[in-house]
């Protein structure tokens, strides 16, 4: 495994970190979510995401449990808070008593006296934002958390909030986790080049595209039993699956890959790392050996040509 700092910070993140969206207290049990993140760490992955919102606070415990016993400074734990934990009105967004109360909460589920890196997992326009950067830094000062960043924000609310620590002298975000893979690109335009000057650190969710990088949903076949595309409740954002000729450019794609040495999933994961504004992937894991598999993409390197050739594969020509 190799390791990258998180954007210009000094913090250094795996290449390639483990994550719990759909997995942890979720469809795995606890065996399976501690064989999964120990296997991780076994292979080098150190950094390990999740969230308050991921079944309503089950991911961040059943983490807990997965890396008891193991070495806290060895370890680079992410959360983050936005979406509602309860009805409550105040139990949602971006404001300092539900950052302040999201912080402590985590720290309790996660069984840490802190947070590596804590992250606003959307942009919330009903709270001011010198609100919400004066929150943070309170917690980043007490030590509670060591580095903030934000997901999925435009690449103007991101300047702003830089623009505002600066004014504040508070401490700026260090990372932005925005969706991106061979299929979903539009971070490239404004967000990747915003967040590279102002020394933000990039950790991608969803690199293979919800799973359709890794090939295994074939054209004119209903998805594979026990994936991700054949549970209604998982899978209500892969439209993709239903674009057949995509889904045949993606086979050809695979073949690609296979004749440069690798798997699909591990060429999709190494196209990303090809961009210097990236700091890690996050991937998920059902069992230990896919894990394995995508922790192989570390240091994976292909000359520019053969990456330019794959994007025309995946474009059909274009």
Known sequence: MEYRRLGRYGIRVSEVSLGGWLTHGRSLDQDATTRVVRRAFELGITTFDTADAYNRGEAERALAKAIDGLRRE????ATKCYFPMSDNPNDRGLSRKHI????HASLRRLNTDYIDLFQFHR???ESPLDETIRAIDDLVRQGKVLYWGVSEWQASQIAEAVG???D??????ASNQPNYSML???????VMPTCARLGLGLVVFSPLAQGILTGKYLPGHEPPAGSRGADPSSNMWMGML???ALLKRVQNLKAFAQEHGCTLAQFALAWILRRPEVSSVIVGATRPEQVEENAQASGLRFPAEVFQEAERILTGGE
Request: hydrophobic share 40%.
């Open 184 to 190: 979903h690109r539009w971070i490239e335009a404004d």
């Open 164 to 166: 505002i620590c600066r």
């Open 123 to 125: 942009f919330d326009s």
């Open 168 to 173: 504040l002298n508070a401490n700026p975000p």
């Open 242 to 244: 239903k674009d057949q």
């Open 74 to 77: 060895d370890l680079v734990l």
């Open 100 to 103: 302040f109360e999201s912080v």
